[in-house]
């Protein structure tokens, strides 16, 4: 005597019904999928460096009686720049507490800010706000900054210097 199980018979039947679809044997309809894809190429810019040091030399109380010292520069150089033509700078770093446009200076020389600007002359203050801008036709870009120190009080002999951070901003 031989019992047959519906249950047996319907799985049976499920499993042969799946397995054209399993095997891919059964192709009955085709789809096609139209999807779009999005992007933007921005414009780039490395430096050559990325860090500047400005010297300020060995200045004497003399020069400093005018108020200011002589402006010194140097510049970030771009390299392998691509639809660049433009930057946008701004400056972070401790700001001189009675005013604020100048770097603090640190060190044990003393009466001394440190006045920072654009080699075109826009000011850089160190508030990480103020922007200054830089504009060229083609190539690569030089980002010339200058700085000073201003007097600020009664001057003590020794190193004054300043760090500071410049964000740059390609367009």
Same mark, same amino acid.
Request: contains cysteine.
């Given at each position: 005597?031989?019992?047959t199980?519906?249950?047996? @018979?319907?799985?049976r039947?499920?499993? %042969?019904?799946?397995?054209?679809?399993?095997?891919?044997?059964s $192709?009955?309809?085709?789809?096609?999928l139209? #999807?779009a *894809? +999005?992007?933007?190429?921005?414009?780039?810019?490395?430096?050559?460096?990325?860090? *500047?040091?400005?010297?300020?030399?060995? *200045?004497?109380?003399? !020069?400093?009686?005018?108020?200011t010292?002589? /402006?010194r520069?140097?510049?970030?150089?771009?390299?392998?720049?691509?639809?660049?033509? +433009?930057?946008?700078?701004t400056?972070?770093?401790?700001? #001189?507490?009675?005013?604020?446009?100048?770097l603090?200076?640190?060190?044990?020389?003393?009466?001394? %800010?440190? !006045?920072? @600007?654009?080699?075109?002359?826009?000011?850089?203050?160190?508030?990480? *706000?103020?922007s200054?801008?830089f504009? /060229?036709? $083609?190539?690569?870009?030089?980002?010339? #900054?200058q %700085?000073?120190?201003? @007097?600020?009080?009664a001057? @003590?002999?020794?190193?004054?210097?300043?760090s500071a951070?410049?964000?740059?901003?390609? !367009?």
């Amino acid at each position: 005597m031989t019992l047959t199980s519906p249950f047996l @018979r319907t799985s049976r039947l499920a499993l %042969a019904a799946l397995l054209p679809v399993a095997t891919g044997t059964s $192709a009955l309809a085709s789809d096609t999928l139209t #999807f779009a *894809v +999005r992007g933007s190429i921005r414009p780039s810019c490395g430096l050559a460096a990325d860090r *500047v040091r400005i010297d300020l030399g060995a *200045v004497t109380a003399a !020069e400093l009686a005018g108020g200011t010292s002589p /402006w010194r520069g140097a510049a970030f150089t771009g390299t392998d720049c691509v639809g660049v033509t +433009r930057a946008t700078v701004t400056l972070t770093a401790t700001p #001189f507490g009675p005013d604020p446009r100048y770097l603090a200076a640190t060190g044990t020389g003393g009466g001394v %800010a440190i !006045e920072l @600007r654009t080699a075109d002359g826009a000011p850089l203050p160190p508030d990480g *706000v103020t922007s200054a801008g830089f504009h /060229w036709p $083609a190539g690569n870009p030089v980002l010339g #900054f200058q %700085a000073r120190y201003v @007097r600020v009080g009664a001057l @003590r002999p020794g190193g004054a210097g300043a760090s500071a951070q410049i964000h740059i901003r390609w !367009e």
